[in-house]
């Protein structure tokens, strides 16, 4: 028999427990089902990066007894989960002949009317600890208690701590018109698609456009975008939208400057000099190859500058007055570190550099800030006019009677020298970055070189980085979709200067961070669907549909021991699409072009002709599916190039005979592109995120003519289930 698990010998070592009580994983099993145990130094590694020291067998047998004597440390945990509507016990530390006391402080600062009961415990023996011994009571929070973030403090003796209390509702509940159907959308990288006035990036008053058209013109309920998170203020810009400097705030280079309300007071002097600005970066908008952020934003930033310098009207400056004292800290964080970036130059990994010098006590950053207030200003505004342009789109969406409007993507994490890790380096765990084991799509694992926060913190602070990150999302957008969602639940941890193989999972607590995304999906009468993709353990679906959650279903992906599975076997709550921006548009995939692109970037491990062998069985195995479902008709696959877009259109029919509630297409199916967006295990050895939209004979397609043209009018017309 296969082995599944771990032999009790190895259960037995002291470095194994350890690993276990901390939330490291001592093993996994792959995407094949092969069982793969993790070697002890990666596990010593990965434990140092949790504060844990794991060097000598001494230091493991310490780090027990510590980590033992942790658990009866608080008199309750930092955090608690209670689900509304239903009655919630709280275990309380305390000695034998201590009566714990409580009391509970809402949200709005007003306290629970009603006293906290305190019964007896689990009858559970008395634990020693040290010259005491620990046994449970139990706090009773009623079923009544409110949605939201809660302080509760518990006193015994004399003995006072505080926890946060999060009510979340026990699942999202599904939308109106989903419970009984389902909706459609497109998905985009809405930089990639221009208009004809554009600054050679698509910018929020572009995503407005595609918005109200895409409902206006194809009916479609929501849009799919690639993440909108903070990035650098200044050139060269990372392309990577899932590599930013902030989850937590918008990235401001998406700011449409005709756009700011203060520009239509601004003198002739000053609109000839932002159209002078704005007339060196328009031909980009038809340059076919290649996006060019830096030139748009060389262009855009001076323009930006001499709006911020002609001031606001009194009523303007409250409302900017306004943000700033609601962003609070974390924006000072972002601006200053912008600031930094704008007059210190660009954050490296050398000695040196002051990303690795100052930190946000450091005298030299304070005496920056002072020396520069305009500037950092400047900053805290971008933010701002960012923030509006986006809330602008989002309420354009509504106001077209869309029933989601924009779903935004929440990253895996961030920069390793973004202004999110500097300002609060509390917040990430060092010595590890964020990334995948290896699967049949990426034989060598991936590497995101993104820190990752920090499961003991997050739960020492009542997760408020991520309620806030989560909160701030779901403030411009009807749904969010979290990339990579088994971050929830685990995250493949890789010590520094170890191979993508090289690591292990480290465990989150899903409960609580599905309560957070439950909680403010539910305030915002949205939802939420989790890219569920790669190797993922078997619970992770059921927890996901049980919380409420959507899953993912990819078309090319549907498949079990070499077959496709029938569209109506597919999950019913799942987003479903033919195809991610990991791997090429339908048009590029059915011609094979992720083997001809992978071999030319050396990313395979076996044989370019072992992989084609292989993508050609999934090819024909997929379109033989479509072809016993009715979906497309087999005499097409006699000449698969003619009728491309009879092929592409049948795929999307296929999701439309699934049960999974919300259905996607994306405008480069739509269109006719072939070249992918991203290729995963590289980085400027293909252009990744940095393809404009064009057509399959390689032309561009800019905004305004986008759901108009009459490739994606058809399209449309299969989603909608009239074709």
């Not at 305390?94 to 906290?116: H, M, Q, R, W």
């Not at 700011?255 to 003198?267: C, T």
């Not at 020396?371 to 923030?387: H, V």
């Not at 088994?486 to 599905?514: C, H, N």
Request: charged share 25%.
């Amino acid at each position: 028999m296969e082995q599944r698990e771990e032999s009790q010998e190895r259960l037995s070592r002291p470095l194994i427990q350890l690993a276990k009580m901390k939330g490291v994983a001592t093993f996994y099993v792959g995407q094949q089902g092969e069982y793969v145990e993790i070697d002890d130094d990666v596990l010593v590694d990965v434990l140092r990066s949790l504060g844990v020291d794991a060097s000598t067998n001494e230091a493991v047998l310490d780090s027990l007894r510590k980590a033992s004597a942790e658990r009866y440390s608080r008199l309750v945990p930092a955090t608690l989960l209670h689900i509304a509507g239903q009655e919630s016990r709280v275990k309380v530390n305390n000695e034998v002949f201590d009566v714990p006391s409580a009391k509970l402080v809402l949200e709005d600062g007003t306290e629970y009317p009603e006293p906290i009961k305190c019964v007896a415990g689990d009858g559970a023996i008395a634990q020693p600890v040290g010259d005491r011994f620990i046994v449970n009571s139990a706090l009773v929070i009623p079923a009544d208690v409110p949605l939201g973030y809660h302080t509760l403090t518990v006193t015994v003796g004399d003995r006072t701590e505080e926890s946060t209390l999060i009510s979340a509702p026990a699942k999202i509940e599904l939308l109106d018109p989903m419970k009984t159907g389902h909706l459609w959308g497109w998905m985009a990288q809405f930089y990639s698609v221009r208009s004809r006035n554009s600054w050679g990036v698509g910018d929020f008053a572009d995503l407005k456009t595609m918005l109200r058209d895409s409902k206006e013109k194809t009916g479609a309920d929501f849009m799919l975008i690639n993440p909108v998170h903070a990035g650098e203020p200044c050139t060269p810009l990372t392309p990577s939208p899932y590599l930013p400097i902030s989850r937590r705030f918008v990235n401001f280079t998406y700011i449409n400057p005709q756009s700011v309300p203060e520009y239509a007071e601004l003198s002739n002097e000053a609109k000839a000099e932002i159209d002078r600005l704005h007339e060196t970066v328009a031909e980009l908008n038809q340059n076919a190859d290649k996006i060019d952020r830096d030139a748009m934003w060389n262009a855009k930033m001076p323009a930006l500058w001499t709006i911020f310098k002609a001031g606001r009207t009194p009523e303007r400056q409250q409302e900017f007055d306004a943000y700033k004292a609601k962003a609070g800290e974390d924006l000072e964080g972002y601006a200053t570190w912008c600031l930094a970036y704008d007059k210190w130059g660009a954050p490296t990994g050398e000695p040196g550099s002051w990303i690795k010098s100052f930190n946000r006590n450091s005298d030299e950053v304070a005496q920056l800030r002072s020396q520069y207030p305009d500037t950092l200003d400047f900053y805290r505004w971008l933010e701002w006019i960012a923030d509006e342009q986006l809330a602008d789109a989002q309420q354009t969406a509504y106001d077209a009677n869309m029933t989601i409007g924009l779903m935004s993507d929440m990253a895996v994490g961030v920069h390793p020298y973004g202004s999110d890790v500097w300002w609060n380096p509390e917040r990430f765990a060092y010595g590890a970055t964020v990334g995948a084991p290896p699967d049949f799509y990426n034989q060598q694992g991936q590497n995101w070189s993104q820190p990752p926060l920090n499961p003991n913190y997050l739960a020492a602070t009542g997760y408020k980085a991520y309620r806030d990150i989560v909160a701030g999302m779901f403030a411009h957008a009807g749904g969010v979709r979290i990339d990579h969602a088994i971050g929830l639940f685990r995250l493949w941890w890789i010590p520094e200067g170890r191979s993508a193989k090289q690591g292990t999972y480290v465990y989150y607590d899903s409960a609580v961070m599905l309560g957070i995304l439950a909680l403010e999906a539910t305030r915002a009468h949205g939802v939420v669907v989790g890219e569920d993709l790669g190797v993922v353990p078997e619970y992770m679906a059921h927890s996901l549909a049980e919380h409420g959650l959507l899953g993912c279903a990819i078309e090319w992906f549907e498949q079990r021991d070499g077959k496709f599975r029938r569209p109506q076997d597919w999950r019913p709550l799942t987003l479903a699409s033919v195809t991610t921006h990991d791997i090429p548009p339908t048009a590029g995939y059915l011609t094979y072009e992720h083997v001809k692109l992978r071999n030319k970037l050396h990313l395979l491990t076996g044989s370019e002709e072992e992989f084609m062998a292989d993508a050609k069985r999934e090819h024909d195995a997929l379109l033989s599916m479509l072809a016993d479902g009715g979906f497309i008709r087999r005499g097409w696959l006699n000449n698969e190039a003619e009728h491309e877009q009879d092929l592409i259109e049948g795929m999307h029919r296929a999701l439309c005979a699934s049960p999974s509630k919300l259905l996607c297409a994306t405008v480069t199916d739509g269109v006719g592109e072939k070249r992918t967006q991203n290729q995963p295990g590289t980085n400027n050895e293909y252009p990744n995120w940095r393809i404009p939209l064009a057509d399959g004979d390689g032309h561009v397609v800019s905004v305004e003519d986008l759901f108009s043209n009459a490739r994606v009018q058809s399209l449309a017309a299969v989603m909608r289930g009239e074709k």
